[in-house]
T-cell receptor, first 115, second 114 residues
Framework: ETGVTQSPTHLIKTRGQQVTLRCSSQSGHNTVSWYQQALGQGPQFIFQYYREEENGRGNFPPRFSGLQFPNYSSELNVNALELDDSALYLC??????????????FGEGSRLTVL | GQNIDQPTEMTATEGAIVQINCTYQTSGFNGLFWYQQHAGEAPTFLSYNVLDGLEEKGRFSSFLSRSKGYSYLLLKELQMKDSASYLCAVRDGRASGGSYIPTFGRGTSLIVHP
């Protein structure tokens, strides 16, 4: 069984630039969630994709956008980067059946630094 | 919205027992999770409670009281490797599309010393 993989693991950008982060979900999982985790904080929900459709969104501006592909892998795009976007971005996959525990399986994260 | 509260930091001695509390206020409830996160690593699933009571899994147990909006994670026979952040996450009753979406607390940093 292949776990959740994310790329890149670390990256440095400057203010105003754009970034794309990638995630491959665990085999058999059709739901991908993205979280932002600032240092010393818990993960903050950005959005979730289920079968290629956005399925819920947290309190993040529209410059945070995403995609899910037919193989259930996903991308997170952030435009017009700001210093406060510096964080660990976590991707988590789950099986989106109603009633199932739906525990999240996290990738190792992409650590973004904005200078 | 949701409000999840847990202590920022706790310390304990190797071999001891520690209880990490989590209180929450949600508009609906569909389960509470505990995750462990070592520094620089991804969170990993520890436990899930949806009904009141205690769930035991080896050295770790988790308790839930839905009427009180309260949960705790109990760690027994503490080991140095248990030093980590412990995240409480609550799923509310919203069913958007395929699944429910958990909201995380800020985490409790547990330091285990010899």
């Amino acid at each position: 069984e292949t776990g959740v993989t994310q790329s890149p693991t670390h990256l440095i950008k400057t203010r105003g630039q754009q970034v794309t982060l990638r995630c491959s979900s665990q085999s058999g999982h059709n739901t991908v969630s993205w979280y932002q985790q600032a240092l010393g904080q818990g993960p903050q929900f950005i959005f979730q994709y289920y079968r290629e459709e956005e399925n819920g969104r947290g309190n993040f501006p529209p410059r945070f956008s995403g995609l899910q592909f037919p193989n259930y892998s996903s991308e997170l795009n952030v435009n017009a980067l700001e210093l406060d976007d510096s964080a660990l971005y976590l991707c988590a996959s789950s099986h989106g059946l109603a009633g199932a525990p739906g525990e999240l399986f996290f990738g190792e994260g992409s650590r973004l630094t904005v200078l | 919205g949701q409000n999840i509260d847990q202590p920022t930091e706790m310390t304990a001695t190797e071999g001891a027992i520690v209880q990490i509390n989590c209180t929450y206020q949600t508009s609906g409830f569909n389960g509470l999770f505990w995750y462990q996160q070592h520094a620089g690593e991804a969170p990993t699933f520890l436990s899930y409670n949806v009904l009141d009571g205690l769930e035991e899994k080896g050295r770790f147990s988790s308790f839930l009281s839905r009427s009180k909006g309260y949960s705790y994670l109990l760690l027994k026979e503490l080991q140095m490797k248990d030093s980590a952040s412990y995240l409480c996450a609550v799923r509310d009753g919203r069913a958007s599309g395929g699944s429910y979406i958990p909201t995380f607390g800020r985490g409790t940093s547990l330091i285990v010393h010899p």
